[in-house]
C-alpha cells in the first residue's frame, strides 16, 4: 500500500542559497496498481536507489533537495509528456505525441520493458490511467521542483540545478552505450546549453579533486529536467549529474556496498564546493 506524497522536500538549514537539487529516480514507493509483469527486483533496476539519501546533506549547505518518493518506471519525472509510447496503450491519446528515442528504447514516459528486456506489462495501458499517474505523480514533482527554482530565482537573480542520477557501470540493453564501462561521474549539460559552461567546469573539477574520473555529455547529455529548466542566458544553470552505480552499491541486491560512507562523504565535500561556488556568485 501506498499512500506517500508523489515527493519530498528538504529545506535549507541556515542560510539559503540559490542552489536547489532534485533526485527524480530514486523513488521506492511502489504504488498498488502498479501491475508490472516481470518481478519487482528486477523492475527495481530502473530505479536510481539511494540518489536521494547520497545528497541528504544538501540543506546543510544552503540548498533544498527535491526528490520523488514513486519509482520512474511507473512514471518518469525526466521525460516530457509527449513522449508516450503509443504501443503501450489500450486507446487513442487524444493529442500529438511526439515520442523520443527513449521511447524507441522502451523508456519513455511510461517505461514499456523493464531492464532486463522484458515487457513491463501483460496489458495494454488504457490512456486514462496515463493520465491519471501524470496528475497524480509528474505534475506534482515538476511543479514542486520549478516552484523552488522560480523561488531562488525571484529571491537571487539566478538559480544553480543539480539534477542528480544514478547510471549502471557498463551500458545496458535499452542504453545508448550497451556493454561499454562508465566514468564515475557523467555530467550532462546538453552540449552546453543548459548551464554556464563554467559551472559544469566547477563541478567536474571538484570530483576530479576527490579523484574521480568524469565525463561530460557522454553517454548521457542529460533529458527532459534540464532542458526545461536550464536557461543560462536567464541565469538559470541546470547540470544533470550521474553517478556510477559501482561506487556505492551492488547493482543485484541494490543493497549499499564497502564504498557507500566513501562517497557520501565525497558528495558532502562536492557539495561543499558548489555551495561556494553559486555564493561567489550572488554574494
Ligand atoms: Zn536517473
Redesign the pocket.
Known amino acids: 500500500m501506498s499512500s506517500a506524497p508523489p515527493f519530498l522536500r528538504h529545506l535549507p538549514m541556515g542560510a539559503p542559497l540559490p542552489l536547489v537539487l532534485d533526485s527524480?529516480?530514486?523513488g521506492e514507493d511502489y504504488p498498488d496498481d502498479f501491475d508490472h509483469a516481470p518481478p519487482r527486483h528486477e523492475v527495481r533496476r530502473a530505479e536510481?536507489t539511494h540518489?536521494a539519501r547520497l545528497y541528504r546533506c544538501a540543506p546543510r549547505h544552503g540548498a533544498t533537495l527535491i526528490e520523488a518518493t514513486f519509482p520512474?518506471s511507473y512514471i518518469d519525472p525526466?521525460r516530457g509528456l509527449a513522449d508516450v509510447d503509443p504501443e503501450l496503450l489500450a486507446d487513442a491519446w487524444g493529442e500529438p505525441l511526439a515520442p523520443t528515442r527513449k521511447t524507441a528504447q522502451g523508456i519513455g514516459l511510461v517505461w514499456r520493458i523493464a531492464r532486463t528486456g522484458m515487457p513491463m506489462y501483460a496489458r495494454k495501458l488504457p490512456s486514462a490511467e496515463v493520465r491519471a499517474r501524470i496528475d497524480g505523480y509528474w505534475r506534482p514533482y515538476h511543479e514542486a521542483l520549478a516552484g523552488e527554482l522560480d523561488r531562488c530565482h525571484r529571491a537571487f537573480g539566478a538559480v544553480w540545478h543539480l539534477d542528480?542520477?544514478?547510471?549502471p557501470a557498463v551500458g545496458d540493453a535499452n542504453a545508448d552505450d550497451p556493454g561499454r564501462a562508465r566514468a564515475d561521474f557523467v555530467l550532462g549539460d546538453r552540449d552546453g546549453t543548459t548551464c554556464a559552461p563554467g559551472f559544469t567546469h566547477a563541478v567536474a573539477a571538484a570530483l576530479r579533486e576527490l579523484g574521480y574520473d568524469v565525463a561530460v555529455n557522454d553517454p548521457y547529455k542529460g533529458v527532459e529536467l534540464v532542458r526545461k529548466h536550464g536557461r543560462p542566458a536567464e541565469n538559470r544553470h541546470s547540470l544533470q549529474i550521474?553517478v556510477n552505480r559501482r561506487l556505492y552499491m551492488d547493482e543485484t541486491t541494490l543493497q549499499p556496498n564497502d564504498g557507500y560512507a566513501k562517497l557520501e562523504r565525497d558528495l558532502e565535500a562536492l557539495l561543499s564546493a558548489v555551495a561556494a561556488y553559486v555564493r561567489s556568485r550572488v554574494a
Do not use: A, T
Not at 542528480?164 to 547510471?167: A, F, R, T, V
Open positions: 527524480p529516480h530514486s536510481d540518489v520512474r525526466n542528480c542520477h544514478s547510471m550521474e
